[in-house]
């Protein structure tokens, strides 16, 4: 592991920012001076970069893509941090994962990059958290500044955040239009200031003439248009889900509780292959199955002979989430009146899904969905929307009100919930917006009453 001594990390910060060329990676000499100490933990803990099916060449392009926009659209800056939030729902929220999208860096809490597609050649930097002195002895080795780091990220400008101010200093003055850009979410005033736009208005404020423009467009519409792999981790995902799912359909029997249930369900994700749930699963049986999310923490139920269990879960892939949603009865047989309901349910997803195509908007699915279970004489059932986005964190970053496009992965998932039946039904599939129409990347896992019920009986 590389430590350098902090007169050469200042000569570093110092150095004016060069061009972020894409091939000019391999121009910079290594440090010399190393620190000798041993180092602590497996060497690859330091090294922050992107590690799984996608390269930093595809982060790297992505981050071209949004310096053309920038470009073309008059903006001079832009940082964007890696933020994590909590959920009001409890959980972790992946959402701010915009700075994932484009770095492929995990685990860099704070750090940010910074964009400016005004200097000499288009100018990209990453700046990460200062090193503790003590860190390593918690946390295992952390790169130094140097080369090592800028392979392992596919920077070729890696700095400390204590020089973030000066370089978004200078990015906003060498821009004709001293005009900075917010790329995040608008969040309402009870919300605390995203640090992103915190430090756009520090910055500006100080640099007579500098503004702050919005746009919050860009990314969601990028994170959206899935590219192929990204289809294919959302793929890995979906069939450890269905691994998973399976083996609960097989398992289950009365007088399991539903902690069980779900724990079968969740070892089989990992030993598929996912390390992280995608989400908190919901696994609840008779009267839980109308909790729209019933979570782990109450499900010491006894589930019972004749009861519905509904199973919403997804694992992920190198972050990519599935989310699905079966039902299935605890005996392995429908009563006739949950066969009936599940029918009704089964016709709304199977009308939605049908209409997609490049063009379609979700209030138009919704609507389809909806016309369903109203016709069959249903009304205040449906208590949430017809599905979301999917991809990096299960509700993924997407326009809503703008027509569906190729490469957009969403759910499908209407759901009935007659509390006074103890019968909650929700059917959830996951579906790609082809060219010309649609993929049902979720097929294959029984759906069907008549599937579900041959299934469990040990059939296929
Ligand atoms: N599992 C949460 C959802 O379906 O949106
Ligand atoms: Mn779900
Ligand atoms: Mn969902």
């Not at 391999?26 to 099916?53: F, I, N, S, W």
């Not at 994962?97 to 100018?123: M, N, S």
């Not at 199973?311 to 949603?325: K, M, Q, R, S």
């Not at 790609?432 to 040990?458: N, W």
């Amino acid at each position: 592991m590389k430590r350098i001594p902090i007169a050469v990390a200042l000569l570093a910060l110092a150095a004016p920012f060069a061009s972020a060329q894409i091939d000019d990676l391999t121009v910079r000499v290594p440090h010399e001076t190393l620190d000798k100490r041993a180092p602590v933990g497996d060497e690859a803990m330091g090294a922050a970069g992107p590690r799984g099916l996608i390269t930093q060449e595809v982060y790297r392009e992505r981050r071209l893509r949004l310096l053309n926009h920038m470009r073309d659209n008059g903006f001079s800056a832009a940082v964007i941090f890696n933020e994590t939030r909590n959920s009001p729902s409890g959980g972790p929220d992946r959402s701010g994962l915009d700075f994932y999208y484009l770095t492929g860096i995990e685990h860099e809490p704070g750090a940010a990059l910074l964009l400016d597609p005004d200097a000499d050649q288009y100018l990209e930097a990453l700046f990460l958290p200062m090193l503790d002195v003590e860190d390593h002895v918690w946390h295992g080795e952390r790169s130094a500044l140097g080369r090592e780091l800028e392979l392992s990220t596919g920077f070729a400008r890696v700095r400390r955040l204590g020089s973030l101010p000066g370089a978004l200093a200078s990015a906003i003055l060498t821009g004709e239009s001293n005009k900075a850009v917010f790329l995040g979410p608008v969040v309402g005033y009870s919300s605390p200031v995203p640090n992103q736009l915190q430090v756009l208005r520090d910055a500006t404020s100080r640099i007579p003439g500098a503004s702050v423009g919005l746009d919050r467009e860009i990314l969601p519409a990028m994170r959206q248009a899935k590219d192929k792999h990204e289809v294919e981790l959302t793929r890995r995902a979906i069939a450890n889900t269905m691994a998973g799912l399976g083996e609960g359909m097989k398992l289950v029997e009365p007088g399991m509780t539903e902690f069980e249930l779900r724990t079968i369900i969740e070892m089989a994700f990992h030993e598929a292959g996912s390390r992280r749930l995608a989400f908190g699963s919901i696994v609840g049986s008779g009267p839980n199955s109308c909790v729209l999310h019933y979570r782990g923490e109450h499900d010491h139920r006894v589930m019972n002979d004749g009861e519905l269990v509904l199973c919403d879960v997804g694992a992920e892939v190198e972050n990519y989430a599935a989310d699905i949603t079966r039902t299935f009865p605890i005996s392995g047989t429908f009563t006739p009146r949950q066969r009936e309901v599940y029918n009704v349910v089964l016709r709304a997803a199977d009308e939605a899904i049908a209409a997609i195509r490049p063009g379609v908007t979700f209030a138009e699915l919704n609507d389809i969905a909806r016309g369903v279970i109203e016709e069959a004489g249903y009304t205040d059932d449906m208590k949430h929307g017809l599905g979301h986005f999917l991809g990096l964190y299960v509700h993924d970053a997407g326009n809503y009100h703008l027509p569906l496009t190729p490469g957009t992965i969403i759910t499908i998932e209407p759901g009935l919930y007659l509390s006074d039946e103890n019968i909650g039904i929700r059917i959830e599939d996951d579906v790609l917006v082809t060219e010309d129409g649609y993929e049902v990347l979720t097929r294959g896992l029984p759906r069907t009453a008549d599937e579900i019920e041959a299934f469990m009986a040990g059939g296929e």
